[in-house]
């Protein structure tokens, strides 16, 4: 089996890929149970802002249903890029969503360069952690803003790991994981030399074709909503399709696979 790196909360170990889906309530956590996912990150308004910190009763009703919840805490669409107030509802709000139950926040904060704000992220993790000490911190998309920004990727994992972040979610830098396949298997790599705590989770616009060829290159887990089909009009507004739960199903399996080749492997 490949090696095994401890974090103080996780271990890193590459043989074991895992699944996350993203959710917008209960019934999504529900879902992912069901499945077998690894754990859910629960947001508010994922198609109409690519997800934004949820009510505390939504919070409240996904915590204890059977899986880890992390919950996204971004308290407005657009950058990454926070005034001191907006830093201050962050921390806010992951401690109440800990103290609510969640097993861990998902945040992104970038700094004047465009890299990781390796002070802003210190801050929250120590909030974080001081409400629940084995409280897990993702860095979320904002690292592929990072990217675009010209910022290495070994440089960004290094400022992560230095701001005690234990994973981080990405695209690759793409417009979506297909677009930054070989990308993510740099990170991987990279993140292998300089920041070897911090796991590495692909996702963005993932399908089951493209599981197989994400898990190959090293990532740690994989992170979809499993949805199917385009915007569809509700009457209180526009809402991506709900998550389907023959392809969360089917996408559970492709990972699981993925796991027992390898232990075969090394059996």
Known sequence: MAGTVSSGRLSVARSVPQL??????ADGVRLAVSVAAARVELCAALAETGGITPSIGTIGQACGLGLPVHVLVRPRPGNFVYATGELEVIERDAVAALHAGAAGVVVGVLGANGGPDVAAMQRIVATA??????????FHRAFDAALAAGVEPAEALSRLQQAGVDRVLTSGGGADCA??????????QEGRRSAPSVQVMAGGGVTLALVPSLLDTGVHAVHTSARLGQLKAWDSGVRRAAADPDLAARMAAAVAAKDIDERRTVS
């Open 179 to 188: 677009a930054g396949l070989e990308m993510l298997g740099r990170i991987v």
């Open 20 to 25: 996350e889906l993203a959710v917008e309530d």
């Open 129 to 138: 952690r001081a409400v629940r000490p084995d409280a897990e911190v993702t």
